[in-house]
């Protein structure tokens, strides 16, 4: 089944504890995204991938980082988590086609930084 | 970047056909129109995309007027499982990005 797995779906963590939230699609997609949603806010890009070693911040950068070192995965890291950080994360990806496809969502992670 | 307009609420009976409208007069010549539904508890789900011509899957259709400054999602028979908020929104030609709006939610009656 083609499908984007996030893990874990849920976190609670401790301020300044590094985490990373998984991403892999089996879809051979080049562009890869994470977005974060918030009540009120909707859904913003943090980063997004067009290919390996390819990233580029979206929206809402700050405080995140990711590395695309194969195509199949793209992990959201959080150096320093703080309590603004808590939030549903979805991450998605699609083929590169100049806005021809449609993006597939994972089913989400909410983590809650104390 | 190019912005969206929808309403907030709409509500339809089981069974009805039901029109979302979304406003989208910045739109540039080369971006794709996507719809996306998002469920309670769970991720968007792809619905429907289209450039300039009336598009029809399994799950929509979608309406884009001549001028491509609107469009409308069509569901044919609304069902309790179409409850969800939907969102307008366009994928950008150059950077193949996605813009999400605040959408519209949907509720569906018995």
């Excluded at chain 1, 996030?6 to 997609?29: D, E, F, W």
């Excluded at chain 1, 405080?63 to 994360?89: A, D, H, M, W």
Aim: with cysteine; net charge neutral; hydrophobic share 30%.
């Amino acid at each position: 089944e083609a499908q984007v797995t996030q893990n874990p779906r849920y976190l609670i963590t401790v301020t300044g504890k590094k985490l990373t939230v998984t991403c892999s699609q089996n879809m051979n997609h080049e562009y890869m995204s994470w977005y974060r949603q918030d009540p009120g806010l909707g859904l913003r890009q943090i980063y997004y991938s067009m290919n390996v070693e390819v990233t580029d911040k979206g929206d809402v950068p700050e405080g995140y980082k990711v590395s695309r070192k194969e195509k199949r995965n793209f992990p959201l890291i959080l150096e320093s988590p703080s309590p603004n950080q808590t939030s549903l994360y979805f991450c998605a990806s699609s083929l590169l086609n100049h806005g021809g496809s449609g993006y597939t969502f994972g089913s989400g992670t909410r983590l809650t930084v104390v | 970047d190019a912005k969206t307009t929808q309403p907030n609420s709409m509500e339809s009976n089981e069974e009805e056909p039901v029109h979302l409208p979304c406003n989208h007069s910045t739109i540039s010549g080369t971006d794709y129109i996507h719809w996306y539904r998002q469920l309670p508890s769970q991720g968007p789900e792809y619905v429907i995309h289209g450039l300039t011509s009336n598009v029809n899957n399994r799950m929509a259709s979608l309406a884009i007027a001549e001028d491509r400054k609107s469009s409308t999602l069509i569901l044919h028979r609304a069902t309790l499982r179409d409850a969800a908020v939907y969102y307008c929104i366009f994928r950008s030609y150059n950077t193949d990005k996605l813009i999400f709006g605040t959408g519209t939610r949907l509720q569906v009656f018995p």
